[in-house]
T-cell receptor
Framework: LAKTTQPISMDSYEGQEVNITCSHN???????ITWYQQFPSQGPRFIIQ???TKVTNEVASLFIPADRKSSTLSLPRVSLSDTAVYYC????????????FGQGTELSVKP | DVKVTQSSRYLVKRTGEKVFLECVQD?????MFWYRQDPGLGLRLIYF???????EKGDIPEGYSVSREKKERFSLILESASTNQTSMYLC????????????FGSGTRLTVV
């Protein structure tokens, strides 16, 4: 199973771009990379998912290099409301998309 | 707006009680999951289900069972609640196939006294 490693915490200021990098050295050929956001006392919320290269939606971008051993979540121009825990996960295709959560990155956005 | 609804936001139960946590999704999703979340341990998968009447053990199934009699409903059962089952319980669902985006409920904070 591909384990993910990401920083435990990050600090940023409002208006900055935030990049959170995750390593997943043992990712398998058919596995996807997905990111979730969680606010205190709420369930995680799906942000973005990708397989390779770059994926962009209205919330974030996800960059995945050719070797797929890492990925970077990019949050443009963060605001105070982006303060949350961000989880990088590898979705195990052969196990029907079962999610295994790591510790996540606690992002703190300051004014 | 699609939803995963957990029947209770907060529950307090006594040790030894049988506890039912209910989860309902309105998205016609195939897959449903139960996690628990504890400080320092993150989210851990208890059980999941790919279809009605089907269930699979997750990473920490001991002390729990589940029931899925209808596609939209997935119940987590604590046969005899213990204090170490005090936790935040999160239900989730997804469509399956290549769509792996999960929708989570708001959680049930269970305290066993």
């Amino acid at each position: 199973l591909a384990k993910t490693t990401q920083p435990i915490s990050m600090d940023s200021y409002e208006g900055q771009e935030v990049n959170i990098t995750c390593s997943h050295n043992n990712i398998a050929t058919n596995d996807y990379i997905t990111w979730y956001q969680q606010f205190p006392s709420q369930g995680p919320r799906f942000i973005i998912q990708g397989y390779k290269t770059k994926v962009t939606n209205e919330v974030a971008s996800l960059f995945i290099p050719a070797d797929r051993k890492s990925s970077t979540l990019s949050l443009p121009r963060v605001s105070l409301s982006d303060t949350a825990v961000y989880y990088c996960l590898v979705v195990f295709y052969n196990q029907g998309g079962k999610l295994i959560f790591g510790q996540g990155t606690e992002l703190s956005v300051k004014p | 707006d699609v939803k995963v609804t957990q029947s209770s936001r907060y529950l307090v139960k006594r040790t030894g009680e049988k506890v039912f946590l209910e989860c309902v999704q309105d998205m016609d999703h195939e897959n449903m999951f139960w996690y628990r979340q504890d400080p320092g341990l993150g989210l851990r998968l208890i059980y999941f289900s790919y279809d009605v009447k089907m269930k699979e053990k997750g990473d920490i199934p001991e002390g729990y069972s589940v029931s899925r009699e209808k596609k939209e409903r997935f119940s987590l059962i604590l046969e005899s609640a213990s204090t170490n089952q005090t936790s935040m319980y999160l239900c989730a669902s997804n469509r399956g196939g290549e769509d792996y985006g999960y929708t989570f409920g708001s959680g049930t904070r269970l305290t066993v006294v």
